[in-house]
């Protein structure tokens, strides 16, 4: 019955997205949305916003994903030589 | 690379007040329209953008209330988001009296906010009757008010609805002091 109620058809803004196996593509947005909002107040003079925007949101995602792979070795690979698993 | 501040100086708290209001309103109020549109397209964005992806749920004064601290910050429009959240999809609890979110299989009574079962009908269609004054109402399809979002879907929902809240400060802060923006953007 569960099941069932849960596969009625999705209503946007009310139920959530169907992104459990694609949440990471969200960080493009968020990021995205992040810079436009942020450069907004910076930006003395909008003539290169665009380009300013483009330029943080890579960068956000560029040290979202270096911290991500930071993360990744020291749990798989430095922890385990530190404290190895008895 | 320059940091001296802008020409334009001093407190301005009509502004303060217009972007606490409605994020890019405060610009606005500056007569700084491009700025504020691009504000409200940024802030707004994290926010529905949020409730698009963890559902309703995400704004929750009651069940997430540090995360609300944040959102908050958003403005009236996030206490009304929360309002209607749970006035009208949560749920009134007939043991304890309190809101809570529908269970998967509860409908939402729209009479008083009580929890109603979902049962199937002889043609497998999800069905659930409540009493109108008196007079039975059945609601068919039925379905749960919401669906609460769990796990990443959640999580992301409510950080971007959240940043929308943390970025706006830094919006009211900068229409309420215009001297803060520096050249060196």
């Given amino acids: 019955m569960h099941a069932e109620l849960l596969t009625l058809a999705m209503r946007p803004f009310i139920d959530p997205l169907p992104l459990q196996r694609h949440w990471w593509l969200l960080l493009v947005p968020v990021c995205l949305l992040v810079s436009i909002a942020y450069k907004a107040v910076r930006v003395t003079d909008f003539s290169h916003y665009w380009k300013q925007v483009l330029a943080m949101t890579a960068q956000l995602i560029i040290a979202i994903v270096g911290i991500c792979i930071a993360a990744f070795i020291l749990v798989q690979f430095v922890i385990p030589r530190i404290m190895p698993v008895a | ?185």
């Fill in chain 2, 1 to 185: 690379m320059s940091t001296s501040p802008t020409s334009s100086t001093g407190f301005d708290p009509l502004a303060g007040v217009a972007a606490i209001v409605f994020p890019g309103a405060g610009h606005l109020a500056r007569r700084e329209p491009r700025r504020a549109a691009l504000i409200a397209v940024g802030i707004l964005g994290l926010f529905f953008g949020g409730i698009l992806v963890g559902g309703i749920d995400v704004i929750d004064s009651r069940e997430d209330r540090v995360w609300f601290i944040g959102q908050a910050i958003v403005g009236p429009l996030a206490f009304g988001v929360d309002y209607v959240h749970q006035h009208h999809f949560k749920v009134l609890d007939p043991q304890g009296r309190a809101l809570r979110s529908a269970f998967p299989d509860e409908a939402r009574n729209p009479v008083d906010g009580t929890p109603i079962a979902i049962k199937k009908d002889q043609n497998g269609t999800p069905t659930a009757t409540y009493n109108d004054h008196g007079k039975p109402v059945t609601l068919s399809p039925a379905s749960p008010p919401n669906i609460k979002s769990l796990s990443k879907v959640n999580e992301l929902g409510t950080l971007m609805s959240t940043l929308a809240g943390m970025l706006n400060l830094i919006i009211i802060i900068d229409a309420m002091f215009p001297t803060l923006r520096r050249d060196n953007a």
